[in-house]
């Protein structure tokens, strides 16, 4: 046998060895999944937190459940963030979505009416799982922080996510850092500490030959600073145009301001916000905008920056890379003492309107919907809750206070109502325009004015685009209950006296006049803009 | 083409002696540029995010190996790399003994309608397939072959059969008659003479096509993206993606992982490198 | 050839069409079901389940006014242009491994070429996506050791560009402006092993008394290039200028993989392809992504069509 034919044999050899393997590894997972003589249930849960703890935390809940049901298997599948939206898209249309969907990304108004079960009746009853604690018999949806208002949605007026966190935005400090800069090393509380903690490095990078960076920005991180504070500074001008406690401002109520020109880009307060994100700005690297989330948090985690804003979901990553102590503060917000900016703001943010988020939706697809059901029930209990804030280092969605790490992110309620930032101008158009065009922001030959007038001439346009999307949007909801209404018109007319079915019949109705209001304001504005 | 006909032409001593050092020169400065990602790839695989950051090009001592990188990239890279196995070597095999029994039917006599199936194979070969993603996802969805491997395995065949179908067809009717009628003479069936007499004559070829498809195969990772929802179904592309889409990485893991992603295609050159080479240099694809 | 048949003796050979039976199903399901659906498609507004609504030719005046797309084609246009370039290394190289005297380095820088593709394509690619990160990747580390970078920047400030600044790593992915240089720079020497192997294949059948006629002639090294070697590979070099145009035109993995699904900042990176996935499977807009789909096609035939026609090979 020649040395050639032998290594060839062995090649082959090797290769049929591999594949064998591999073989019998997909059989016996099919096999021990499945069914089997003790009718193991799997339930599977889809999300996109990828982030550190979270996984853990998943796993710790599904052994407690385990613990209870032996016979049923929590599975969970992350997903990449980046193609959870196709993923998620191309498993509900091909029907083998999981059991459970994280909704949020991918998951429309329209994927949520065809592809979710509403779970408007589970909020209604209290969980089984919050025998013996304080929350004993309390409807579901009153256990949550924000009432469910998270998972509610409006113009389908059902509750169709359990939310079982909650997210807010902080300033993370590098503490080391932070000491050697400062001396004391004390958060910065106001808006001028800010700023001077960051004059501050700068003398110390002097003074040491360092090239320390105030701020690590990125296109993820920067923009949560900036936008927070440009909030700040259409903050008066908000209360006075709309009624007090108005909703959260979409493109159509900020439409509804320019087309009334009770707002325009020439505005001062839009001018101050620009000097304020301008303000920041130049604390952060330069060309910070091109720069990604991994980028900024790669230079903070090595000590290259002193602070950099993100939310509450990257704290257990942070804390798992970072060397350094950690500490954290809210966004200081200038006051109406503050000069330069304080004219038109009222003060600092309430965050008491946060919604709860990682929002688990149950799919029409599941073949275990009971299970499913149970598992969701279950997480959102409140001793799970103080599991899941333990081991995940995040903020719980039910009323369980938050337990150490995550105590710094607990929502402060004390403030006023937040401004708009630009981004709220519009949606997908209105972001495009402002991401394309920033740069002129930072750069040397551009500025604030160069950025307003860029802004003058798109955003009109910008707006308009989102409008029309926002328009189709609406016409689609009202067609959908229109199926809707004519069932329930015709069951009303042939089913007297049901009590449920003629609440339900209002409920639609309310739901379709609303779709309808929204249609024609939208309409109307379109008319009202120069085209 | 059979690769006798690539005889070595004697070449004339040239007088310019020394111009083949600049072209030597020049091939290795381009391979080493080829070889590049590679190289990095080793070597950044036994260090560790600081260790990489410090000491970018050279490797760095032995002594410091972090050989836990690749016991975790184990971890995290096996099932994937698995599941492609699998998938891969089934739609290989399968792929190749259906486009030889497809080549045969064309090569041997022009049956009826044999024109037709040709020129409907060829026009396949034009079109482009970005079109038919969406009707295919929806055609898997109706035999309920979405989130399996078989799907993956229909459609590597299925990708295999045109390109395969034409190079077979070359080569078998470039086969000599006379050994087909010996065999028919013998009273060996149609498939018999397949396997007696084309088979053994093409060891290059089914060669270089298994490498080629097996190639394809591994590399692939649309279709598994859009067909398949369990992580322990992945193959490699899609876990690729997966390993990319975490938010802090942890470089010399995933260069070990990459390392492992490569092993059976080192496995396979390392045997089969004279078949591949010939089997390309043979002009038989030259179209 | 294949033997001609009277059609007495092809009935007694009807076994042989079980042959081509099974190719032709999976061909005719998995192939030609999918290309006439999509047809079919594109008529509807279709969001991929069982319900769809017939709208003629809506979904094709959509895609006429749609910015993203056209603009897409732009982009593949230049990318098209590029990978046409991209082309003469592999010739130059086949023609210099061609060249050597010695026919044992000829047999070894082969096997040297064929070595590279150990590392599956996609490993590759996201190799390279390491290579592009602003922090870690060296291809800024080599800009800023051997000092290009500041010739860049000074060569940006000349232009206006705006993409390169001093002190900050370049965002090759990034920054709008440079997702296109990106794309084009990937791959860098752009020697592909297999194409380097058929073209040398090409070269090995040039008789050794064209060499010996030119040399009498007194014809220098490029002047042998041009009128010798390069004709005699034209059909190597023609049929790999058609699939890598069909190649490039349809693909969008590449775009993907690196820039994400909405091609990358700024929606530089978009191209047909990703386009068309991208309202398919992301906005689910399947019936839209169809009729994209179609155009596409349409273009990549006519394209081919004309390179059939116009580039012809001359012996």
């Known amino acids: 046998m020649t040395r050639e034919r032998l290594m060839n044999i062995v090649g082959l050899v090797l290769l049929l060895g591999c594949f064998v393997a591999s073989l019998g590894r997909i059989l016996m997972t099919r096999f021990s999944s499945g069914e089997d003589g003790k009718q193991i249930v799997t339930i599977r849960i889809a999300h996109w937190q990828l982030e550190g703890g979270i996984r853990a935390a998943f796993d710790a809940i599904a052994a407690e459940y385990m613990k209870i049901h032996p016979n049923v298997r929590v599975v969970q599948i992350p997903i990449p963030e980046r193609i959870y939206g196709n993923w998620a898209v191309t498993q509900l249309v091909g029907g083998t979505a999981p059991d459970i969907v994280a909704i949020g990304k991918g998951t429309n108004d329209e994927r949520l009416s065809r592809f979710f079960e509403p779970l408007t009746y589970m909020m209604e009853k209290p969980n089984p799982y919050n025998v013996g604690t304080p929350l004993e018999g309390v409807p579901l949806r009153s256990t949550f922080f924000d009432g469910g208002e998270g998972g509610y949605n409006p113009a389908l007026f059902e509750y169709f996510g359990i939310p079982i966190s909650a997210f807010t935005i902080r300033v993370y400090y590098n503490a080391d850092l932070l000491r050697k800069v400062t001396g004391s090393g004390q958060i910065p509380q106001t808006f001028e500490e800010f700023i001077g903690v960051f004059d501050k490095v700068r003398e110390y990078n002097k003074k040491t030959g360092d090239n320390l960076l105030p701020v690590a920005g990125s296109k993820y991180n920067g923009p949560m600073l900036m936008d927070r504070l440009f909030a700040s500074q259409t903050q008066k001008r908000m209360a006075e145009i709309f009624p007090p406690f108005y909703p959260n401002p979409t493109s159509v109520t900020m439409l509804r301001a320019i087309a009334n020109e009770d707002f325009s880009m020439d505005s001062p307060e839009v001018r101050s916000g620009v000097e304020l994100m301008l303000e920041?700005?130049?604390?952060?690297?330069?060309?910070?905008?091109?720069?990604?989330?991994?980028?900024?948090?790669?230079?903070?985690?090595?000590?290259?920056?002193?602070?950099?804003?993100?939310?509450?979901?990257?704290?257990?990553?942070?804390?798992?890379?970072?060397?350094?102590?950690?500490?954290?503060?809210?966004?200081?917000?200038?006051?109406?003492?503050?000069?330069?900016?304080?004219?038109?703001?009222?003060?600092?943010?309430?965050?008491?309107?946060?919604?709860?988020?990682?929002?688990?939706?149950?799919?029409?697809?599941?073949?275990?919907?009971?299970?499913?059901?149970?598992?969701?029930?279950?997480?959102?209990?409140?001793?799970?809750?103080?599991?899941?804030?333990?081991?995940?280092?995040?903020?719980?969605?039910?009323?369980?206070?938050?337990?150490?790490?995550?105590?710094?992110?607990?929502?402060?309620?004390?403030?006023?109502?937040?401004?708009?930032?630009?981004?709220?101008?519009?949606?997908?158009?209105?972001?495009?325009?402002?991401?394309?065009?920033?740069?002129?922001?930072?750069?040397?030959?551009?500025?604030?004015?160069?950025?307003?007038?860029?802004?003058?001439?798109?955003?009109?346009?910008?707006?308009?685009?989102?409008?029309?999307?926002?328009?189709?949007?609406?016409?689609?909801?009202?067609?959908?209950?229109?199926?809707?209404?004519?069932?329930?018109?015709?069951?009303?007319l042939t089913n007297t006296g049901d009590q449920d079915l003629a609440t339900k019949f209002d409920l639609i109705i309310q739901s379709s006049s609303a779709n309808d209001r929204s249609y024609n304001q939208s309409s109307d504005l379109l008319k009202k803009l120069k085209p | 083409m059979s690769e006798s006909a690539v005889t070595k032409m004697p070449r004339i001593k040239e007088s310019r002696d020394g111009r083949d050092w600049t072209k030597h020169l020049l091939i290795l400065a381009i391979l080493a540029l080829e070889f590049l990602p590679f190289y990095m790839m080793l070597q950044i695989s036994v260090k560790d995010n600081q260790t990489f950051l410090t000491n970018t090009w050279l490797p760095s001592p032995p002594n410091t190996w972090l050989w836990s990188n690749y016991a975790h990239a184990i971890g995290l890279i096996l099932p994937y790399v698995a599941n492609t196995v699998v998938v891969a070597v089934t739609s290989t095999l399968a792929g190749l003994a259906l486009a030889l029994c497809g080549a045969y039917f064309f090569a041997r006599y022009r049956m009826p309608f044999s024109g037709i199936l040709w020129s409907a194979l060829l026009v396949l070969m034009l079109l482009p397939g970005v079109a038919n993603i969406v009707p295919l996802f929806a055609l898997l969805k109706s035999f309920d072959l979405l989130n399996t491997l078989w799907a993956l395995i229909l459609l590597g065949i299925t990708g295999a059969q045109v390109f395969s179908i034409f190079v077979f067809r070359n080569f078998i009717e470039e086969i000599p008659r006379d050994l087909f009628e010996a065999a028919e003479i013998d009273g060996a069936s149609h498939f018999q003479q397949l396997i007696n007499v084309v088979i053994p004559m093409s060891g290059p070829i089914i060669g270089t096509l298994a490498i080629l498809q097996f190639l394809g195969n591994w590399n692939d990772f649309l279709m598994p993206l859009i067909v398949l929802r369990d992580p322990e179904l992945f193959t490699l592309g899609v876990g690729l993606i997966y390993l990319d889409g975490e938010y802090i990485k942890q470089w010399g893991q995933i260069m070990a992982a990459f390392f492992i992603a490569s092993v059976p295609l080192i496995i396979i050159f390392l045997f089969t490198m004279k078949l591949f080479v010939r089997g390309l240099s043979s002009g038989a694809l030259k179209g | 050839m294949a033997l001609p048949i009277s059609n007495k003796k092809a009935l007694l050979e009807w076994k042989l069409y079980l042959f081509i039976l099974p190719s032709l199903l999976l061909v005719l399901t998995f192939a030609y079901y999918p290309a006439i659906s999509a047809i079919y498609h594109s008529f509807f507004r279709w969001s991929g389940g069982d319900a769809k609504e017939f709208i003629g030719l809506e979904n094709f005046r959509m895609a006429l006014s749609d910015g993203v797309f056209w603009s897409s084609f732009v982009t593949i246009g230049i990318l098209v242009i590029a990978n046409l370039f991209k082309m003469i290394p592999p010739i130059l190289t086949a023609v210099l491994i061609h060249r050597l005297k010695s026919d044992v380095s000829q047999y070894w820088y082969r096997v040297l070429l064929v070595l590279p593709m150990i590392v599956p394509s996609l490993v590759t690619l996201f190799i390279w996506k390491f290579f592009f990160d602003p922090n870690f990747g060296i291809l800024n580390n080599v800009l800023n050791i051997t000092g290009i970078k500041t010739l860049l920047v000074h060569i940006d400030k000349f232009f206006h560009w705006g993409v390169i600044h001093e002190g900050v790593p370049i965002a090759w992915l990034g920054e709008p402006g440079l997702i296109i240089p990106s794309l084009i720079i990937w791959g860098f020497p752009w020697i592909g092993a297999v194409g380097v192997l058929i073209f040398l294949a090409g070269l090995q059948s040039i008789g050794t008394e064209v060499y010996e006629a030119a040399e009498l002639d007194g014809v220098n090294s490029f002047q042998k290039f041009l009128y010798i070697e390069l004709p005699l590979i034209m059909t190597q070099v023609r049929l790999n200028m058609i699939l890598m145009m069909i190649g490039t035109l349809q693909g969008f993995g590449l775009q993907f993989l690196l820039l994400g699904e909405t091609g990358g900042a700024g929606g530089r990176g978009m191209v047909p392809g990703l386009w068309m996935f991208n309202r398919g499977f992301i906005a689910g807009e399947f019936g839209y992504a169809c009729a994209l789909g179609l155009f596409l096609f349409v273009f990549i035939l006519i394209l081919t069509w004309i390179n059939n026609r116009y580039v012809r090979v001359e012996k």
């Open chain 1, 280 to 492: 920041i700005a130049k604390n952060m690297q330069p060309g910070f905008f091109q720069l990604l989330r991994d980028d900024a948090m790669f230079y903070f985690v090595q000590g290259r920056a002193l602070a950099i804003a993100s939310g509450s979901w990257d704290s257990t990553s942070i804390r798992q890379q970072a060397p350094f102590p950690l500490a954290i503060g809210p966004i200081p917000l200038p006051t109406q003492a503050t000069p330069r900016f304080g004219a038109n703001v009222l003060g600092q943010i309430s965050e008491a309107g946060t919604n709860a988020g990682v929002q688990l939706g149950l799919t029409r697809s599941s073949k275990h919907p009971e299970i499913a059901k149970d598992f969701l029930f279950f997480i959102a209990s409140e001793p799970m809750q103080k599991l899941w804030t333990e081991v995940s280092g995040w903020l719980p969605a039910v009323t369980v206070p938050p337990s150490g790490d995550a105590a710094a992110f607990t929502p402060i309620e004390d403030g006023y109502l937040a401004g708009v930032s630009l981004r709220h101008f519009g949606d997908a158009d209105m972001n495009r325009v402002l991401d394309s065009n920033f740069y002129i922001l930072t750069s040397p030959d551009g500025g604030v004015d160069a950025f307003i007038d860029v802004l003058r001439k798109d955003v009109p346009d910008a707006m308009r685009a989102d409008l029309v999307r926002a328009n189709r949007n609406h016409l689609v909801n009202t067609r959908r209950t229109d199926t809707l209404l004519g069932a329930a018109a015709w069951l009303s």
